[in-house]
Each structure stands twice: as C-alpha cells, then as structure tokens.
C-alpha cells in the first residue's frame, strides 16, 4: 500500500507528515500569495523527514478570491481565505502526480473544525474518494485526521517542536503576517497545547 499526502507545509499536514510518513508528499503552488512559504516548509520538513517530495506549479492566481489571491472577497465566500474549488482542485492536481508513482491513497489534512467549509467535510471526502475511485489508476482519497481538532492532531501525531516550527500557515505571505486567519488560527493551536512563546 502505498500513500501519498497532500502536505501544503501548514501546521496539519505537517504534523500528517510527521504522524504518518507517507511515501510521497506532493506541494502545490497554484498562484496563492503564501506559496513559495508552503513551498520552503513542505521542502524542509520532507527533507527532514526522508520523504520524496513533489513541487507541482500551475498558475492559477486569475481564479483566485480573497487573502490567498490577494483579491476582493467573493460573494460565494464563507471567509475570507475562500478559493473557489480550492480542495478539490488541489486532490485533482495530487492524483495526476500520484498515478504517476502508482500510490493507492492519497491523504489530505482535512479536520473535524473544517465542517465550516463543505470541501472539508467527511462527504465531500468520501464523495471526491468514490469519484477517483472509479477512474484509472483506482485512487481513495482519506482524512486521517477528519476526528480531530488542530490541537488534538498535534498531540496525536507526537511531532516535535523544532519540526512543528517550519509549519508556514500564512495566507497572505511567505513570511508569517501575524493577522490572518491562518496565522491566528496557529497561534490559538499553539497556546490549545500549552506551548506559547514567552
């Protein structure tokens, strides 16, 4: 059985990466503002890790909406990081890539506070796993995570502070704002687990 992860080089797919050291990680950088910080994080932790890892670059910073492409706030958005079809296109991109290195799952870092958006939930999952399931190369698609919160997976995954700390969870930058929803939403996981900076 071999696996793949959708590691953006966030906090969760990081501590995924960590916790269930796939085969292969694959990074995209599709246009988003943050992407050469994921890049740089995702590279890193690979390489600590020994995992091959892929860097895929496709443009598509014109279909972008909000903090992510630097545009205004679609009226679709249910928040301000929404990008239209952003995880179904991210599996899509992944599963050209995993048929290529014949994985049999591909694992993203969707949790059980990602309901908020409907590509983050136990559903949408299983619906997107039963659709590249059906096609060449038989793909499942699986949420290890989908139980827990950010601060239960760290826990979960025993990841250690110095390879948690390459994590880049900025929405708006390659160097952590500080501001976002992304970055707070670290620094809240952070303080969930009792470990804050001083």
Known sequence: MRRALLLSGGMDSTCLAYWRRPDLAITIHYGQKSGEGEVRAASAVSDALGI??????????????????????????????????????????AA???????????????????????????EFVKALSDLLSMQEGGLRLEAPAAAFTAAELVQQ??????????????????????????????????????????
């Open 157 to 198: 995954s025993g990841i250690p502070d110095d390879l948690l700390a390459w994590s880049h969870s900025c929405h708006v930058s390659d160097y952590a704002c500080g501001h976002c929803r992304g970055c707070r939403k670290h620094y809240e996981t952070m303080e969930a687990i009792g470990d804050v900076p001083h």
């Open 96 to 122: 050209m890539e995993c048929i290529k290195h014949d994985i049999d799952v591909l694992e993203i870092g969707a949790l059980k506070t990602d309901g908020f958006h409907v590509d983050g939930r136990p």
């Open 52 to 93: 091959q890892h892929q860097v895929i670059r496709v443009d598509l910073s014109a279909l972008g909406s909000g903090d992510l492409s630097g545009t205004a706030v679609s009226k679709h958005a249910p928040a301000s990081e929404w990008w239209p079809y952003r995880n179904q296109m991210l599996v899509t991109i």
